[in-house]
């Protein structure tokens, strides 16, 4: 079935919002941005909403009130993009790690676990936008940290990408066949 099929058939279906999970560097923004232009969704980024809410950027709002109220806003700003609806959502790697806002994720959405083998994940969080997770730490080994604690949340998402190829329409057909998977069976 060609790309111009599949998001046809996915296209109808979705009923609920579509939320992408997993590590940092996981591609979760690229693929949530393209798979709300093929699919007609708007695309929200859950960081920049939580940005917008705090009035300062993430590494400001961990280094003057902490990881844990940054946690608090995420919280609330997840709960608030689920009822808002069909769309695309993409979260921060630590979102799923507070039991309830998880539980809300996998009972009100469609969630895609966005995976990347540890090395592209370094690869790809070394030169970019501040981390405070990584800040002036090795990145790989935390990211390895991390996925000893996370991977098992994410895996309960009901599709997993592997972004590891880089390909963007490769990526995107994997996401699409996963969701017409998915639905055909709902």
């Known amino acids: 079935m060609g790309p111009e099929a599949l998001i046809g058939l996915v296209r109808g279906r979705i009923n609920r919002p579509i939320v992408l999970v997993g590590p940092m560097g996981a591609g979760k923004s690229r693929l949530g941005r393209r798979l709300g232009q093929v699919l007609g969704l708007p695309f929200v980024d859950s960081d920049d909403e939580v940005e917008r809410a705090a009035g300062m950027r993430i590494p400001e709002i961990f280094a003057t009130l902490g990881e844990p109220a940054f946690r608090d ?89 592997d972004t590891g190829s880089g390909d963007d329409d490769a990526i995107m057909m994997q996401a699409l066949r996963g969701l017409q998977d998915l639905l055909g069976d709902m």
């Open 73 to 161: 806003g995420e919280a609330r700003v997840i709960r608030r993009l689920l009822d808002n609806g069909e769309q695309v959502i993409s979260t921060g790697g630590g979102a799923v790690m507070r039991p309830e806002t998880a539980d809300l994720i996998w009972a009100q959405s469609i969630s895609i676990w966005v995976r990347a083998d540890l090395a592209i994940l370094a690869e790809r969080t070394r030169n970019g936008r501040p981390r405070p997770l990584l800040a002036g730490k090795d990145p790989e080994q935390v990211l390895r940290d991390l996925s000893v604690i996370r991977d098992p949340v994410y895996a309960r998402a009901m599709i997993q990408v």
